[in-house]
């Protein structure tokens, strides 16, 4: 079955920096498009990152210039590095296949606060 388990998220002060992990199981990693997502408590979940099967990547415009989303098919894991965080980047993150599904992991908390 589908799994992902995301990591990596903390504490950090404005201006710093993260790097997020999910690895992913139960399909064909290197032809599946993945995508990050966040969610703030009592908000709806929004589209943060994505990068398709060719490496080709795309982003929501507050996150560009500062975020990167990367992918090592040999390890079945996507990647987000936060950079330049800033306070409105606090959230819970989320990764997943892109079209496959309502596949969610549990998240990985994001604060960023002095």
């Known amino acids: 079955q589908v799994q992902v388990v995301e990591s990596g998220g903390g504490l950090v002060q404005p201006g710093g920096s993260l790097r997020l992990s999910c690895i992913a199981s139960?399909?064909?990693?290197?032809?599946?498009?993945m995508a990050w997502y966040r969610q703030v408590l009592g908000k709806s979940r929004d589209f943060v990152a994505a990068i398709g099967s060719d490496g080709s990547t795309n982003y929501v415009d507050s996150v560009k210039g500062r975020f990167i989303i990367s992918r090592d098919d040999a390890k079945n894991t996507v990647y987000l590095q936060l950079n330049s965080l800033k306070p409105e980047d606090t959230a819970r993150y989320y990764c997943?296949?892109?079209?496959?599904?309502?596949?969610w992991g549990q998240g990985t908390q994001v604060t960023v606060s002095f």
């Open positions: 997943k296949p892109r079209y496959l599904g309502d596949y």
């Open positions: 139960g399909f064909i990693f290197s032809g599946t498009s």
